[in-house]
């Protein structure tokens, strides 16, 4: 498998009733050869029409966070559990994700990421343990086969309850020293 490969089978998905509503898969992006793997939940309405992951309002804050500790989209991957919007936005259906997970387990062992990043709760519960709770877990390292595993609130979440923003600071500097211990060579290219 490869990146195009693994590409046109997810653009091409009809394994759940979300292929219907869509307008576009929203497969992910960024550099092939990164470390870091962000993984949010699923495509927003923005996402949807575009085609790219977080390009709405909850992805402006999320450049806005990653700035904070050297990462942007030019030297991390953003991807989603779910390729597919759920309608009105709604938290994608255990069958979705399901369905979905292939695509994902795919872009994980092309990529081989040494820090994997959770935007939020769905995220976390599909990749770290089902029954994740964010509110008391956020910001907590596991480690599974060489590759370290957080999550941090999703930026939409933020823009609810700007009150849960210092968290998420504290949150994005764990991640800058994680980055920093695991990957000093990547971390220190990063620097200007």
């Known amino acids: ?18 292929a219907e509503t869509r307008h576009h898969v929203v497969f992910g992006a960024g ?6 793997l962000f993984v949010g939940e699923g495509p927003g309405q ?8 977080f390009v709405g ?10 700035s904070i500790i ?5 030297n991390c991957y953003i991807t989603n559990v ?15 994700r399901d369905a979905c997970i292939p695509f994902l387990r795919g872009q994980f062992q092309l990529l081989r990421p040494k820090l994997l ?26 480690e599974r086969g060489g590759v370290w595993m957080t999550a941090i609130y999703h930026p939409s979440a933020l823009l609810r309850d ?17 980055l920093q211990e695991v990957c000093p060579e990547f971390y220190a290219s990063q620097q200007i």
């Open 117 to 142: 990043i959770c935007l939020g709760r769905i995220a976390a519960s599909s990749l770290i343990h089902e029954d994740y709770r964010i509110t008391r877990e956020h910001g907590q390292w596991v």
């Open 70 to 74: 050297d990462l942007g989209r030019h």
């Open 46 to 53: 923005q996402e949807d029409l575009q085609g790219e992951p």
């Open 31 to 36: 550099p092939k050869n990164t470390p870091v």
């Open 1 to 18: 498998m490869n990146w195009e490969t693994l590409e046109q089978q997810c653009c091409s998905c009809h394994r759940c009733p979300l």
């Open 82 to 96: 779910v390729k597919c919007r759920p309608p009105q936005n709604r938290d994608p259906f255990q069958s979705e």
């Open 57 to 66: 309002p909850a992805g402006h804050l999320l450049d806005d966070m990653l």
């Open 162 to 178: 700007p009150a849960r923003r210092p968290e998420a600071f504290r949150d994005l500097l764990l991640i800058r020293e994680k």
